[in-house]
């Protein structure tokens, strides 16, 4: 009974109308703290710049006909152009015991449109939004209501929910006339092929299966792209389709507090909390609030020091010492792009509900120690996935398949970098990370821009310069993460700001700002240790201020806990710090100096 037991839903009328108005969607809550629009937070030169830059261009080089080419060839459709390979072609011989050759046909196109929507928003590049509005077009012609691209397909609703987004994106970033209409009909096409409602891996292998594989969607990751589609078009059957993939199974327990997690798949169900978040912020009921705060607070109770979580892409068994048996165990320790994404997503939706900086800080600590040390997405395809938390031979590698999921979702965060990094109030601008970046916003009558230069977290310093048309009287929120030492200072125009700085805070500077004022702040970081696990207190990563260090060697030798927290700068400008250990020498780099060298994580004490 899945979907038949839709009412039969009229087909969408042609947009671009012009005297046709969308009808408006009705948001329950509207956070404090609202998202930039994309062009209005500018990266400056350096690693997210260049991080960004890479994958603009990687995706606006593709080939359309190889992106089009599994849409097409399952319409039974002309055909022409390569393959891309990897994950994305139409064939028949994956296995998934040794071949992911065909895994998932098509399954980041979605994901590459809204890569590109969002980088024409940063940029404007006429040339990229044009391939938006080419790739649309062409994709269009692929999609029949009836739904013969879903058959006999492996995961219908996780392929979906990637177009979901692209189109969505297309239309409200990359401004395309026809992504909505598009939408509706991609939609209609796959409704035939889910089920009624949410359903995890256990109820999907219950239901009888052709593969195992085919018991490996995520209907329950629909909601949040759904929500966004209402809230961007006005069509309630959206709210509607959103309300009925929520998967109450999952969200009512973790309100309630009870950990659910343990077994599932990481990355999608924290990607799930996303769609709790939507839910909250449309319907209003804070069952999804909690359930969001919930599930993010046990999966931070089971991370790395990294950030990174769900080893072997999975949620253990809290109490249980499972994280640092994964040591030992697995080198596919944390999904790094997708689960990156999902974290920046969750934290940037929680932050700026609470305004409770501490989700900053949980962003930031994915930032450094995670993606920014990913290696960049090849032409060919090749990406970085796994990072490799084992105790022994861990290593940077590339994932075996091309174009995988996290193909997908590293140009949607690089894209996200600036959006991330500030968020607007009606009294002021929240600064969250520290990355050289500008941003321009009105307050009241004022157009103000700010431009951070840093060179954090390797420098200590950041420095924050405004430009006003005239004096303007507002707050400027700085986060200060929960790590900063006691000799952290922030000071406005040479003189120190008054007042206590409160570690795991915003720091509010309010007064009436003028055009080159300055703020600069100087953020202690100092050595600390992280146990893996409460239940592990003698298995430790080495902490200064966001970044783990890791120990580089194939046997980097043994040190105690005091020695490790006697590490010294390696020199002034060598990103690099020295452990004297009884008898050996640790050398300690943070994971974005680390190249294809060995390193361990985890130091036993
Ligand atoms: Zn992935």
């Not at 590459?112 to 940063?122: F, K």
């Not at 909690?290 to 253990?316: C, H, I, Y």
Request: glycine share 8%; with cysteine.
């Amino acid at each position: 009974m899945a979907a038949h037991s839709l009412k039969a839903l009229p087909s969408s009328k042609t947009s671009g109308v012009a005297t046709m108005r969308p009808a408006q969607a009705t948001v329950a809550i509207h956070p404090e703290l609202s998202v930039l629009g994309y062009a209005q937070v500018q990266l400056l030169d350096g690693p997210f710049r260049e991080q960004f830059d890479h994958n603009h261009g990687l995706f606006a080089g593709l080939d359309d006909d190889a992106l089009l080419k599994p849409f097409r060839k399952r319409m039974g459709m002309p055909a022409p152009g390569p393959d891309m390979g990897g994950w994305y072609d139409d064939d028949t011989d994956f296995n998934p015991a040794n071949n992911f050759h065909s895994f998932i046909a098509g399954h980041s196109f979605g994901q590459y449109l809204s890569g590109l929507s969002r980088a024409y928003a940063v940029t404007g590049s006429r040339a990229t939004q044009e391939k938006v509005h080419k790739l649309v077009r062409a994709y269009a012609e692929t999609v029949d209501t009836a739904g013969k691209f879903y058959d006999d397909y492996r995961l219908p609703a996780y392929t979906y929910d990637k177009t979901s987004c692209g189109l969505i994106d297309a239309h409200e970033f990359a401004k395309d006339p026809i992504a909505l209409d598009v939408h509706w009909r991609a939609t209609q096409s796959v409704l035939p092929h889910l089920p009624e409602k949410a359903l995890n891996r256990y109820e999907q292998r219950s239901r009888g299966y052709k593969m195992i594989s085919y018991t490996w969607d995520e209907s329950y990751t629909l909601p949040e792209n759904l929500f966004l589609a209402y809230q961007r078009s006005g069509d309630a059957r959206y709210r509607d389709l959103a309300t009925r993939y929520l998967e109450q199974n999952y969200f009512d327990p973790l309100s309630e507090n009870h950990n659910v997690l343990p077994f599932e798949h990481a990355y999608s169900h924290v990607n799930a909390f996303s769609s709790a978040m939507q839910a909250y912020l449309v319907l209003g009921d804070e069952k999804y609030l909690r359930a969001a705060k919930n599930g993010l607070r046990m999966v931070q109770d089971q991370s790395f020091a990294t950030g990174g979580w769900g080893p072997d892409e999975a949620f253990t068994e809290p109490g249980r010492g499972g994280i640092a048996q994964s040591l030992a165990s697995t080198h596919a320790s944390f999904e790094t792009p997708c689960g990156a994404y999902g974290h920046f997503k969750i934290t940037r939706y929680l932050l700026r509900t609470t305004k409770d900086s501490r989700y900053g800080d949980s962003m930031e600590r994915v930032l450094y120690n995670t993606i920014a040390g990913a290696w960049p997405i090849r032409e060919d395809g090749t990406t970085f996935y796994y990072s490799d938390y084992n105790d022994n031979g861990a290593k940077k590698v590339w994932y075996r398949d091309k174009w995988p999921c996290c193909s997908g979702t590293f140009p949607q965060l690089t894209a996200d970098y600036g959006i991330s990094s500030y968020y607007a109030s009606a009294d002021g601008i929240y600064v969250n990370l520290f990355m050289p970046s500008r941003v321009t916003w009105m307050q009241g009558s004022t157009q103000a821009t700010l431009t951070q230069k840093t060179d954090y977290p390797k420098a200590s310093t950041t420095q924050f310069d405004l430009a006003l048309a005239k004096p303007e009287t507002f707050a400027m929120y700085i986060r200060i993460p929960e790590w900063a030492g006691a000799k952290t200072t922030v000071s406005v125009g040479g003189k120190r700001v008054e007042g206590e700085i409160t570690p795991g805070k915003f720091l509010a500077i309010q007064r009436t700002w003028k055009d080159g004022d300055r703020v600069e702040m100087d953020i202690e970081q100092p050595l600390r240790l992280e146990a893996v696990e409460p239940e592990n207190p003698n298995i430790v990563a080495l902490m200064r201020g966001p970044r783990a260090l890791f120990a580089m060697g194939e046997n980097p030798g043994q040190a105690t806990r005091s020695q490790l927290l006697a590490a010294r700068a390696s020199g002034q400008s060598a990103d690099e710090w020295i452990v004297r250990g009884d008898s050996s020498t640790l050398v300690m780099r943070p994971w974005t100096s680390i190249k294809d060298e060995p390193y361990r994580l985890y130091q036993h004490v």
